[in-house]
C-alpha cells in the first residue's frame, strides 16, 4: 500500500520523497481503517499477514450496519449483533404475556420470527473516493463558510445522483477533518425480524456494575434475519463460524461501526477538553445522576421513570469519566504531545508544508478564546437541547427559520432537513412532566448560580420569579407534552409558534436570542476555526506520514485489528479469556443479588453446561462506543466473537491510542454456541450458525 | 471500658474529665487491640456486641504465636495456620523421594505425624501492665540514652524472674512508643509436628502474580500438632470450626500476631518517608529484582538460586509499593494531617499537655536533619548488614565489641545478647559466591555513583581498585562463605578478626569506622528524638482520647475486628466470597499455564467438589505482616476462616487505617472443609476440626 516503507522501494524518486516522510507514528495494534486503505502494512509487519481483496471485501460485504453493528452469519440472512443493540426493539415487542426483555425469546420456526417495525439494516456496497469532485464545487474566491456550504451541496448532489443510478442509498463521509470524501453506496433491507434474544439477566449479568468492565461474563447476543420480498434474504456473503473460536495471541479483526473519535485534536484543543468541558460535563452528569436517583426514591412508579434515562447517564459517567482519566493521564497526553511535535517540526522544516504550520497557532487561540467565554457556553446555551424546554425551543426556531428563504436558515432546518425535524418533535415517547419539572429546575438554578441574578440573561429567563415558581408554573400550564399539541404547532411552517402563550414556549422566546448569539460567537470563534484548522492539521499528517494513518472514526464502516490478549492490572494479570465458571463465581460471591444473580436458564441448566467454555474474552483491536455488535473474526475470515463492549482502561483512546491495558470486550463464539444448545433449547440456531444456512 | 462516652457517664467529674477528651478518633473497623484493652466501646457502638471476659480468654488462649500467627482447633493439640508459615519447615522436610512442596502432606495416622525441627510454638497465658516497674528503674538525673538502658535491664530483670517464678517465657512488650510496657507470659510448645499440608499449587495459586490481590483462590492452609511428652498436646482452649462459615456483612475477628505498623508517626515522619526513605528504597529493590533476574538468566542452577530471594523482593516490591502509594494517597494524608492537627490543638489549649507540644516541633527537626544527611545514610551505611560483607562487618563489630567491659559495648554485643550473634554467624545456609559478588558489585558501584569517586569514604572502601575488580578479588580470595571460618574468626571473643587477611574482612575493617559513625550520628540526631518524641507523642494521645486508641503493631497478640464485606473497586465491584468455580474460571481464563494451572488434586477430583462451597472471603479487620495464619472468629468464638493476606489496597494501613478498600483475605472454613474431604482424603482430619478432638 501507500505506506513509506513500500514508497521507498518503489524507486529513487519515491525514496526522495521518504526525505519529508517520517515512519508511521503507528506502532501498536491501533486504528479503525477504512476499506479502502485497509491496514496492509501494519498487518504484514506485526503479524505476517496480508489480507487479499477477495479476504477484505468478503468482510466488509458480511459486515452490517443497524445503528450500531451486527454481521450477516448465514446465507439465509441471520444477522448477529448484541442483546443491547435490539433491546429498544424487543421492548417494543413486549406485552404483559410476553416479556421478552426479562425472558428472552427464541423464534423455533421462521413463521415465529418476529418483525421489527422501524428497524432497517445496511450493507456497504462500494466506496468511491470523491474529494476531487466535492472539492471542485468551491468557487474561487468563497468565504470558509461558503466553501462549507458549497461542498454540503455537492455531497448532496453526489447522494442523489447515487441513488438515481444505482438503487442504492449514498452517504458521502467527510474523513480526516474534511480534507477526504468519500461516498459509501449501501444496500438496505427494510423487513427485520427477531430472531432470538436471550433474557436480559444473562446479556447483562452484572449489570451497571460491570458495565465497561472486565472480567466480564455477559451473553449480550441477538439474532435477527433480513427478509426481503417477505422471505428470508439470501446473502452470498456472511461470516462462517469458526467452533474452536480464537486462542490466546491470536491475530483478529473486528469490523464495525465505531461512531466518534477525537485523535486529530491537537494537544490544546486536549487541555481544553481536560480543563474546561469535561469538568463542567461531569459535574452536570454528576448532579443530574444525584437527581434522577432522588426522584427515582420517590416510589415504583418513579423508580420506572427514571430507570432507562438513569442506564444512559450511569453508561455516560462511566465513558466519560474514563476518557477524563484518559486526559489526566501524564504519560497518555505526553505522548499526544510527542506525536504533535514530531508533525509540528517536520512541518516547519519543510517551505511546501508552510500554510499547514498556522493551523495549529489558530487552534490555540480558538481555545484560549473558548476558555475565556466559557461562562457563556455553559450557562447561556444551557437550556439548548434539553428536554421540553429543548422541543419548545426548536419549535421557536422552526418558526423563525421556516419564515426565511431555504438559503437563509440555520443548518438543520433546510427544506431537506426538515423530516428529521418533524419527525423528533411529533415523535409521541412518554414524557414524564414531574421529572421534566424536577430537572429543568435544577438546570435554571445552577444557570442562575453560574451567572448570578443580575445578569441580563438571568433576569430575562427569570421574567420576576423565582426559578422553582417560575418552572412549576411553565409544567403546570404547558401542553408540549402531548405530541398533537407539538404537530399542532408545527402547522403553517410553524407561523403560531411565536404567538403561542403556552409558558414552555414563552420562556423559549425570551431566551432563544440569546442562545443563538452566543451559539453564533462559538461557531465563528471556535467552531469554525476547528473545522478548518483540522483539515490542515490532516493534511499536514498525511504530507509527513503519507497515508499511514486512518482517519478519527464517523460511524462508518471500518476495519480494526489485533490479538487476543489479557493484561497487566493493579499487581496482578487479567486473563484473556472468561468462562461460565466465572459466571457461577461472581453470582456466588455475592450471594446472587440483584444483576449479580445466576441468570435463570443457566442456574437450570447448570449440569448441562460444559463449565470451562470461554465466554467472554478480549484482545487489543482499536473500537469505541458504535462498535457494539461487531463480529470479531480470525485470520480465514471466520465468526470467534462478538464485540460488545469496551473495558474501562480503553475509554482514553477517544483521544490517544494505547494498549497496554485498553481491551475490545466479546462474547466468545464457544460460549454463544453452548448457550444456545444447552440453555435455550435453540440447536437448530446453533446450527444454522455453524452450517452458515437454515 | 475507659472510653470518652462512658467516662463521661460515670458521673459529674468524669464529664468534667471529658472537656479536655475528645471523641475517639477511631471511626471505623479498624484497631490491633491488646487483649488487656479490648474494642469493647467500638464493638457495641458498630455492632452491638460486648465480649465477655470468659469470650476474650478463651480467644487468646486458643491463639497461637509460631513466629506467624496460629489457633488450636482441637483438644488434641492440632493447629491452624497457613501454608506459607509451615513451607520453611515442609522445605526442609522434603526428600528427593518425597517433595511435599509440590506434593502435599497428610499424616493419615499420629504416628506419620513428621516432628518440625526447630519449631516451636507459644501461647498468652496472661498479660500485667509493668509500666510503673519499669519507670522506677530509671535514676533521677539520667540521660535520654541511660534511662533506656535502665528501662532494658529492669524489663529483663522482669522476663528473669517471671521464668524463675511462673515457669512461663516472659517478655516485656514496648506500646505506644515506649509510653507503657506490658509483660506477656508465654506457655512454650516445643514439639511440634506436621499434619497436613496441601501442594504449593493449590496453597499459591495465581503465585507471584496474586499475591497480595483479591479476588483469589488459594488453600494457603496448613495443620500442625502440639505435643508435649511424645504425645499430642491436651489444650483447654481451642477454637471450635462453624462448618456453615460466615456471612456477607457478619462481624468476625481476627486473632494473631502483627508485626509492625507505623501509624504513631507524625505527619512530618511519614512525609519524611514518602520523599526520602521510599523512594530510595524502591529504587534499590527494583534494581536488586532485575540483577536477580538477569542473574537467574543465566541456567537453571542460577535460576534456583535466584527464587527464593526473588520470592521475597517481590514480595517486598509489592508491600512497599503499596505502601508508597498510601503515602502518595492524598485523601490519605490529609486524614492523618487532620487527626494530628486535632491531637495538637487540644494540647495547645490545655497547659496540662504544654510538655508534649514540643515533640512534634523536635521530630519536624529531626526529619529535617534527616533529609539534609541523606545520603550519607544510603550511601555510608550501604553495605551495612548486606550479605558476605554484612557478616564480615559483624564479625569486625565482635572483635571490637568483646573486647571492651559488658557496659561500654554496643547494643546487641551485650554478653545477654551474644547467642543470637554468634547464632547469626555460624549458620550452615548456602551462600552463592557468583551471586554475592554480581549484587555486591551493583552496591558498590552505586555508592560510587551516589558519593562520586573523590569521596574519601570511598576512597578508603575502593583501595585505589575499580568497584569490579574489588569485588572481584575479595569474592575470589574470601572464606567467609564457610560456616567454619567463621566460627574460627569467633574464637577468643573475636580478638582475631582485627589481624585476618581476608579480603572482605579488610574491606570491612576500612569501612566500618564511617559506618560507625554515620550510624551515631543517625542515632542521636534521629532515632533517640524518635523515640522521646512518640513516648511523648502517644501520651498527648492518650490525654487527648483517653485509651480509645491502641498502639501500633508490635509482633505481639492483637484483636482485630471488622465484617465480611466486599468493595467497590475501579468502576465495579469486588465480592465478598470467592468459591472453587472462580479458581477454574481464572486457570481456564489463562490457559492453564504456570501458576494459574489447576492444582492436580482439584483437576482430579473436580467432579467430586461442591463448586459453590466459598473458597476465600474478604472483611475488614485490620491486619498486617505478621497476621497471617490468623484465625477468622465469629462472634460465637467458632472458626470462620484463615488469615492469609491483604489485598493491595491494605498496604497504606501501615500508616493511616482505610477501609474503602482495604481488606484483610481469608481462607472460608467451608472450602478448607471441602477440600479435606474432597480432594485430600483427609475426611478424619475435617472431622477432628469440626468435633474439636480426634
Redesign the interface.
Known sequence: MNSPRLRCAAGPLAALALLCLMPSPVKADEGMWTYDHPPTKQLQERFGFTPSQAWLDHLRLSSVNMYASASFVSADGLILTNHHVTLGYVQRLSTPEHNYVRDGFYAKTQAEELPMPGASISVVESIEDVTARVNAAVKPGATLAQAQEQREKAAAAIQAECLKSTGLKGEVVSLFGGSKRALYRYKEYTDVRLVFTPELAAAFF?GD?????Y?RYDLDMSFVRAYENGKPAHVENFLHANPAGA??GDLVFVSGNPGRTDRLMTYAMLEYQRDVVYPSMLQRLWARRTLLKAYGQQGPEQARRARTVLYFIENSV?AR??EFRGLNDAALMKKKLAQEVAVRAAVAKDPAMASYGKAWTELDEAMAWAKAHDKDRRFKMGLDDRGLVGKALMLVRYGQELAKPDAERLSGFHEAELADVVRSLTASGPIYKDLEQVTLTEEIKSIVAGLGPEDPYVKTMLDGMAPEALVSKAMAGTRLDEAAFRKELLKDKGKNVAKSRDPLILLALRIEPTIRQTRDLFREHVDAVETAGLTQVAKAEFAVYGDAVYPDATGTLRLAFGKVA?YPF????V?????Y??L???A????QKGD?AVPPRAAANRAALD??T?LNLVCTADITGGNSGSPLVDKEGRLVGLVFDGN?ESHPNTFVYEETQARCVAVDIRGMLEALRKLYGAGPLADELVKGAR
Chains 1, 2 share one sequence.
Open positions: 452484572g456494575d460491570d458495565n465497561f468492565t472480567p486462542a490466546d462511566k469519566e474514563g489479557g493493579a499487581t496482578t494479570l486473563p484473556p479469556f472468561t468462562t465458571y466465572g457461577f463465581d461472581r456466588c460471591g455475592f450471594g449479580f463449565l470451562a470461554p474501562m
